[in-house]
């Protein structure tokens, strides 16, 4: 067990101690060596997952370009280097907001460190920055016992912010609408600001901060669910990411809250130039992800083969996933025979139109996805709410029926999809989108069995 006095239990308390200084040998030395720990376990997982050597100029522009230079996006490295980058991701984002107060200049320029590539620029200007006293703040302190009016300004001031990055961000940026500034920086700025204005004239030790953050980010879900915003399904996906950084937004707003400066200049830059991160982050879209699934049939691969090819309408679904809106198939149908043929595979929102590129009885059948419905039926208030995200965001472009004989009577028959998804951060959605795919796959595939074994 470390102590509190030892060399770890040191480091320990200059990442943890948000009340210690930390000057610029201290940020750059604690810094670089973050940096490099990173790098190398991200390195051992790529190469673990792929064999593929992630150099450092992968590094540099992310994971979106580590995932394109793969022959496979692997779930599991996404979700591995996902858990490795958030503690790294606290320690700087903690260390540059301190660096950021010791060199005299604003906490919230720590908001930066989350704007890929601006990052950078931080990281060296405060590197660079020489410490500065700060002065003392005469101004009297409100008491640190809980205030219901501040908490109720600090709420409202939360809740509108992400309101407004929602109605309008996404109706104006358009091209971009569902990248990391919605998804990352948005949770993080309403985090801040409610920490701000619920601390603002009480000092930096104002008791249940995080409590109330959490609170604003579950208010404005509600909010944006009633003012047709978002529907219920895509709310509760987001917020496992979004209540962490606004939490760790509101620290940053508590710390500003008690800083000698005036900082409400600063906090409204900051939520001004929030938007025009979309212009410098990453795309997304561009690394095809599969997603495979399979099942055992008592049946040869030629008694099999007409199922797959089309198959009887599947009834009612009983799972809670697709009877809460996910789009789910109901019947397969072909017109023609052979490559060219198009098979329309009808969804409870839709067709897919699939022409065959492939066609081996028995054995493989191939197929583009050149039209798909939306994805889902958003559980809202609102009977025809559909979101933009619900169409071209989440995009199927190819599928692939495989039959392997076992050579016992049965087969074995797998089903994949290819498809790109353009929401960031990828590696995040890949974890619904791949669940939700392999759901689909297992209605389809046991339809088929229960088609060819019962009849």
Known sequence: MFTPNSPIGRILR???DLSQPVGR?????????LAAVKYLGDVLLVYAASGVLWTPTHYVHGLPSLLIQLPASSLWLALALAAWMLPFLAIGMTLSLRRAIDAGQS????????VPFVNYALIATLAALPSRPRGHDDRPSMPSRRNPR????????GVLLAVLAVHLGIRVMRTSGYGLWLFVLTPFAMGACTGFFYNHGRGSAGHGTTPLVIGTALAACLVLLVTAGEGAICLVMALPIALPLAALGGVVGR?????????APPLMLMLLVLPLTAAVEPPSGRTMHEVQSSVVIDASPDAIWPHVVAFRPIPAPTDWLFRAGVAYPIRARIEGAGVGAVRYCEFSTGPFVEPITRWEPGHRLSFDVVDSPASMRELSPYRELSPRHLHGYLRSKRGEFRLIDLGDGRTRLEGSTWYEIEMAPEAYWQIFSDALIHRIHQRVLDHIKQEVEIG
């Open 14 to 16: 200059i990442w943890t």
């Open 25 to 33: 040998r201290l940020y750059l030395t604690h810094g670089l060596s």
């Open 107 to 114: 906490p919230w320029l720590s908001i930066l460190f989350l």
């Open 150 to 157: 501040a908490a109720a300004v600090a709420v409202v001031a």
């Open 255 to 263: 710390l500003a809250a008690g800083d000698t400066a005036d900082q």
